[in-house]
Structure formats: C-alpha cells, structure tokens
C-alpha cells in the first residue's frame, strides 16, 4: 500500500493549518480511509509523548486522535525546541539529538531529508492518506535551499497542495497571489486550491474576492471557513498572544494566573482548565496580576534556572513567597515544579552555564539534572492529599514526563502521587509534593487535567474558598460533543467536499 497524500501550506505562519490538517484528518476518516498526519519539521514549545516514549509535537499527536490513531514519531521525525540564546534542542525521531544553533542545525540537514522521506514512506504504507502540514511559508526565499518542511516535501510526496490564507489579519488577496507568483513554476503547479480560513462576517459580500482570486491565479478557492473557537491544543507559542490581555474573573467566577516565563513550554496542559464554563485562565508577568487570582500556576519551562532568575528579577518570586504564607494556593508543574524545591543542580550544564540554583523553597525537595532527558508515558495514583484529588481514589491519572531534571525527596512519604506504570517496568517510583497545608502543590507530570477527575477536584477546592456553587462541567454528567467531528462538521459545511476528493484522490 502506497497512501495518497495532500499537504496543508500557509501563505505564513498561523494562518490556522495545523487546525485545518486537523479537520481533514477527522474528515477522511469519516469517509471511511485509514488516515495518518506528518510534519516533517515542528517549531513548538507544545510537545506529546508517544506510547513509545518519543517525544513528539502537541499538533500532530492532536492530529493523530482526530485521525483515530495512535501518535508515532514518523508523523513528527524532527521537533524543534527552543531555547535560550538563540538556540534549539534538535529531537529526531523522538529522541534529543542536543542544543544547536541553527547555522550548525541547518549542516545537519542532507541527512535529515533522508529521515524525512523514510518516515514519510513508513506512513504511507500503513494508510489509505496521509494529511501533511507544512511550516511557515513555502516562499521564504533565504531558506529556500534548506527547506525541509514544505515543498521539499510535496515533491517527496507528490502532495497536491491547499494553500491556506488568513483573511481575519487582512491582506489575503495579496498573499495568495504574491505566494503563488514567488513559487517556481512546478511548485505553483502543485497548488490545487486555495482556502480562506478565520473569516468573520457574510460570505456573500466576498465573493467578488473570490472570483477575482480564482480568475487571477487559475486557482480554484476550496471554500472559506469562519473564525471559530475550538477545543482542541494549538500548536505553538504564537497562540500566546491572545491570552495574555484576557479580562479579569467576575465574582462568581474562578480566575487562575499562569505565569508568563520567558521559555514557557507545554502551555497546552491548561487549556482542559480554559474550556470549563466559569473559569477564566490568564497569563501574566508582573506580581500585581497575581493579586485576586484563586490559583497561581508555574508551568514547564525549556530553561528552568533562567526562568527562575527572572522570577527573582520581577519580583513575582516574592509574591509567591507571600501566596504561600497566606495559603494562597501555587501549582508548579515540571520546570514549575522543580523552582518551587530547595535547589537545582546541573553539574553537566544540561541548561545553563551555571552548577545550579536556589529554589524558591516552597516544596521539600531538590532538582538534579542529568544528561538523560525522560520522556515517557506515566499513570498515578495519588498518596497525599491536596486540591488535585484525595487519596486512594479509585481510578489512575494519566500522563507524560518530558525532562531532564529529576526531583529528589528528602523523605519518600513527601510525595503526592505513586507511579503505577511508566514505559519502563522497573521504573517506578513517586512524583511531586504538596506543602503541609495542601495550599502549595508540584507535579512533573504533564497533561493532568485532561482528567475529568483532577479538574473536578481542582475546581471544587478553589469554589469551595470562594463560597461559590459548586457545580461544573466535570462534576455534572453531560453529552459530551467530541471536537474533532465539530470541526470536520465547521470545515465540510464551509468547503467544496466535490473538489476535496478530487484532489485527493489525484
């Protein structure tokens, strides 16, 4: 079996193509094929653990369960991690090659192509059609003869490609046509359709765009998809704008404060937390924006010791400090999670130049980093009690580790969960810690609140202190709508279904 392949471009960066691959994924399923996504190439500070501990970009492990497949590292063989001064950890079929710059990244790259294309070839044996993602621009003329992730992989894949524009930031019309009159002429014959994404208004008062377009280009548009807001993880750090200006809560709803580090990573793991009615998530930068908020959460971090001196520098590890003497409630989770500790060593410099850090002192335990980075699949039962659950629950919480830094007790009774299972058999032990009181809690585990359980907990705690009704989402049983067939279902009714399998099916 040799799977038949279309490939989502974007006239830029965040014109919505990972979402639109997405919603194809679900869509191809749902016409009955076997289906896989690909990304030769992720920038991304959001990042998923395959069941074979690779480590993976967020985008394609979402796009993998529209799919209804189990992620691989195939569909993401290079991640692209960044970090500070200008350099990014390379993870190559998930696993971390190391910390490069990009002129010694880009020297790497006639071997990478090879892994590309076997991985891509791996894909396409096992499906009926693979949905491929591109980055950026295909026409980004300085790193043309380095490209790695758009045409040079529609060509490695004979890809028709759906050139994707976003009308919401203006200029479409512009970028359709000043892409296509940049590509060469046989990439531009690889163009099948353009598709107008983020539109907000009457369609009909467009139209006339639309014939120009087509009559200018020769390209026929596949359809105009509205400006929606969906459940479902974005892809990189470029979501982050939006959330940083978000109102404050009204009394009767429950405000969390993330903290804004200058190397956030894995933001993803809140937006379970964003999707609960009541609840507003903000992100935030300067102490002041703490003051009110029922939950402050440090999150991962590419640069933990960094981080943690910017902490000092603003200010906002001192108004930590004053949260947890007034029992305000703090949740780190993995980079977060080690700041809240003792201290932090790095005597290999897997982060920093330097052998390591004070920590905040919040939580009784230290931080070693090594030259071995942990990604694997975890499940937990919890030991101690704090606002993430009581113990002894019945049912186990699932998730995933990605680091390098592990946690080092001062007492094994100190911790707040109890690993069941990891990848590894003989590798289990105990996670996090929470404070005598359970107001301060730290966890290495990413993805807990995709558990209806941990949320319901979390968010019946910080209600209780407030005095507010406790009644969510995830306390009250409810139909529960699967995103992946809202968007396919936004996306067919808003596209030429007729013109879509024509191209796919060549």
Not at 93 to 99: E, F, N, T, W, Y
Not at 247 to 266: G, Q
Request: charged share 25%.
């Amino acid at each position: 079996m040799t799977a038949k392949t279309i490939m989502v471009q974007g006239t830029s960066s965040s014109v919505g193509k990972s979402i639109l691959a997405t919603a194809l994924c679900r869509i191809f399923v749902q016409e009955g094929f076997s289906v896989a996504p690909f990304k030769s190439q992720n920038m991304a500070l959001n990042a998923f653990v395959t069941a074979e501990g690779g480590e993976i970009g967020r985008a394609q492990a979402v796009q993998a369960a529209a799919a209804r497949v189990e992620p691989t590292v195939d569909m993401n063989p290079i991640l692209l991690k960044p970090e500070a001064a200008s350099r990014s950890q390379v993870v190559v079929l998930g696993k971390a090659r190391g910390s490069f710059a990009a002129i010694d990244y880009h020297a790497q790259k006639p071997e990478l192509r090879g892994l590309v294309r076997e991985a891509l070839g791996r894909l396409r044996s096992k499906h009926d059609i693979v949905v491929i993602e591109g980055a950026g621009s295909p026409v980004e003329v300085n790193l043309k003869d380095r490209d790695i992730v758009n045409m040079f992989v529609a060509e490695a894949a004979d890809a028709p490609v759906i050139l994707v524009g976003d009308i919401d930031r203006g200029g479409v019309f512009a970028a359709f046509t000043g892409t296509l009159e940049l590509l060469e002429p046989h990439e531009r014959a690889r163009v099948a359709a353009l598709l107008v994404n983020k539109f907000r208004g009457d369609v009909r008062l467009l139209e006339p765009g639309l014939r120009f377009i087509t009559e200018k280009t020769g390209v026929p548009v596949l359809g105009v998809v509205p400006h929606a807001q969906l459940a479902i993880a974005d892809e990189d750090s470029v979501a982050l704008t939006n959330r940083r200006n978000r109102r404050r809560a009204t009394v009767n709803e429950i405000e969390i404060a993330v903290v804004l580090l200058p190397h956030i990573s894995n933001y993803d793991d809140f937006l379970p937390l964003e999707q609960e009615p009541g609840v507003v998530v903000r992100y935030v930068e300067n102490p002041r924006e703490l003051e009110g908020a029922d939950l402050v959460i440090l999150p991962g971090t590419k640069s933990t010791i960094a981080d943690l001196d910017w902490l000092r520098q603003s200010q906002l590890a001192r108004a930590l400090d004053t949260r947890a003497r007034r029992s305000e409630p703090i949740l780190g989770i993995c980079g977060g999670c080690q700041m809240l500790g003792t201290a932090i060593a790095d005597p290999d410099h897997v982060e920093s130049e330097l052998d390591g850090a004070e920590g905040l002192g919040l939580l009784p335990f230290a931080t070693r980093f090594g030259l071995e980075k942990r990604t694997v699949q975890v499940r937990v039962t919890v030991e101690r009690a704090s606002f993430l659950g009581a113990p002894h629950a019945a049912a186990a919480i699932t998730g995933y580790y990605i680091h390098s830094g592990r946690i080092v007790h001062s007492s094994p009774g100190e911790a707040l969960f109890s690993i069941e299972s990891t990848g590894a058999e003989e590798d289990r032990s105990v996670d996090g810690a929470a404070s005598n009181d359970g107001t301060v809690v730290g966890t290495m585990i990413h993805g807990i609140f995709d558990s209806d359980r941990v949320r319901s907990a979390l968010l019946r705690y910080l209600r209780q202190r407030r005095g507010i009704p406790n009644e969510s989402p995830a306390d009250v049983p409810a139909a529960v709508v699967d995103p992946y067939d809202h968007l396919a279902a936004l996306v067919r009714e808003n596209i030429d279904m007729g013109l879509l399998m024509r191209i796919v099916s060549g």
